[in-house]
């Protein structure tokens, strides 16, 4: 089992920034690929970004492409999503999650292939 927490989540103006956080614990973080997938209310869950086992392969949504950076700290089992330049439609609760028994460069985009998930962290940029 793996335990998943996010943090970071709160409410920034357009054009700001915020730093969320996912601490894993349970198995061995750098066992699994992770990713960010964000909910707005009365919408399906959508691919944010994701990164690799290890850390070198990343992903990202088009619509976060060159403001969003996705990193993680295997040795503090964290996982980091740097969201900078946020728009209004940036607006949701953000979901950390966690997929195993895959090798060491693949990432993952799908919400369904993913095998635990946190709570999520709300994120308001207001209009």
């Known amino acids: 089992q793996v335990r998943l927490v996010e943090s970071g989540g709160g409410l920034a103006p357009a054009g700001g920034s915020l730093r969320l956080s996912c601490a894993s614990s349970?198995?061995?973080?750098?066992?699994?690929?992770m990713g960010w997938f964000r909910q707005a209310p009365g919408s399906e869950r959508v691919f944010v970004a994701a990164?690799?086992?290890?850390?070198?392969?990343?992903k990202y949504a088009e619509s976060v492409e060159g403001r969003f950076t996705i990193s993680r700290d295997n040795y503090r089992n964290t996982l980091f999503l740097q969201m900078d330049n946020l728009k209004p439609e940036d607006t949701g609760k953000y979901y950390c999650?966690?997929?195993?028994?895959?090798?060491?460069?693949?990432?993952?985009?799908?919400?369904?292939?993913?095998?635990?998930w946190g709570q999520g962290t709300q994120v308001t940029v207001p209009s």
């Open positions: 999650a966690a997929k195993g028994g895959i090798v060491m460069a693949t990432i993952i985009t799908e919400a369904t292939s993913y095998d635990y």
């Open positions: 990164i690799s086992r290890g850390g070198s392969g990343t």
């Open positions: 349970g198995r061995t973080f750098s066992m699994y690929g």
